[in-house]
């Protein structure tokens, strides 16, 4: 793969940028064939027990891949003077270091861009003034490409969980009015730190939307927090996808779906690259727990909210925080009267 000769200069005036012990943890990552018959089984299995898994023959176009990869580095490597124009993000646009608005910083660079036209964005039409015509072509077919992976992978858990229709997933994603988005990131290569400590690229997190579809380059440095709290680290692959469950996933299955929380160090010898489609709902989309999965709403651990709050409230929070917890239901407090 296409890597950067030079390190991309980020903001200096930023130096508390988190650092770990590299983790020593292995376990195997499931793997699914989307063409596998038994696929709608498997990717339900895996949202259960990792709320994480890699897809394979899922009929994206590598050379497409290869093109979005090869004009996100080009843009990168610009100077930082022309760069910064495109931010900071508000959410969309160009940002270094800074993650958000609360204070989280990381040893990186990225582009966030709206998969939706309607939602036009400044510092977004800023970047595609920047960068060549290509550089829109290949961010508008490799979202389109990726939408109806997510699509595909959603209409197989509805089957898998036996929803009805087989489109009540998909069709949020699919709306004209979805608020999906596609990140770019840059993670510069990072000198290693005393005691064999590394730089956090992004911070641990879990992902808002429904589902999020992550391609990287060849370098590691992705993780995933395992159920007793363990990181393992995911073996890069350039040639697939990985798929993570979202916040709003864990609320529409009710739980049964966990949003994995991840992160990503920084590599000591290598730049890495990556991008990530989320599939979102469109912005009035109410979401709840799903009648077909969970008929009585007592039994709901969540409240309703609609995509809109959810993301306002994301927004607010600081990386690491559980987002969910102000959205689950608490138990009903019964008075008893000493009258």
Not at 68 to 85: C, G, H, N, R, V
Not at 309 to 316: C, E, I, P, R, V
Request: hydrophobic share 35%; net charge neutral; with cysteine.
């Amino acid at each position: 793969m296409v890597l950067l000769s030079q390190p991309v200069a980020l903001d200096n005036h930023i130096s508390a940028i988190p650092t770990y012990k590299p983790v020593l943890t292995s376990q195997p990552i499931p793997v699914v064939d989307l063409t596998d018959p038994e696929a709608k089984t498997l990717i339900v299995k895996a949202c259960e027990e990792f709320g994480f898994f890699k897809v394979v023959n899922h009929g994206v176009r590598p050379g497409l891949m290869t093109r979005l990869e090869q004009e996100a580095i080009d843009f990168f490597a610009l100077p930082q003077t022309l760069k910064s124009q495109s931010g900071p993000p508000e959410p969309y646009g160009y940002g270094s270091k800074r993650i958000g608005p609360n204070g989280d910083v990381g040893w990186i660079e990225y582009i966030l861009l709206n998969a939706n036209p309607q939602l036009s964005s400044p510092k977004t039409s800023t970047i595609f003034r920047q960068t060549s015509q290509n550089f829109r072509k290949a961010v508008e077919e490799y979202m389109h490409e990726l939408k109806e992976v997510s699509c595909k992978v959603l209409e197989m858990v509805a089957e898998g969980l036996g929803i009805e229709p087989r489109d009540t997933l998909s069709k949020m994603v699919r709306d004209e009015k979805s608020d999906s988005c596609l990140r770019l990131n840059h993670y510069p290569t990072a000198e290693e730190e005393e005691e064999n400590m590394v730089k956090v690229g992004f911070g641990e997190h879990t992902d808002p939307q429904i589902i999020s579809v992550l391609r990287s380059n060849d370098t590691a440095g992705l993780q995933i927090c395992m159920k007793d709290g363990s990181w393992v680290a995911v073996p890069p692959d350039h040639s697939s996808f990985f798929i993570n469950v979202g916040d709003a996933f864990q609320v529409m299955t009710n739980g049964r779906f966990k949003s994995v929380k991840h992160r990503v160090l920084a590599d000591t010898r290598r730049s890495r690259v990556s991008m990530i489609y989320f599939g979102g709902p469109p912005l009035s989309e109410k979401i709840a727990p799903l009648s077909s999965l969970v008929p009585k709403q007592e039994d709901w651990l969540y409240k309703e909210f609609t995509w809109s709050q959810y993301k306002s409230s994301a927004y607010k929070s600081k990386l690491g925080d559980y987002r969910l917890g102000l959205f689950e239901k608490q138990p009903l407090l019964t008075h008893i009267s000493n009258v």
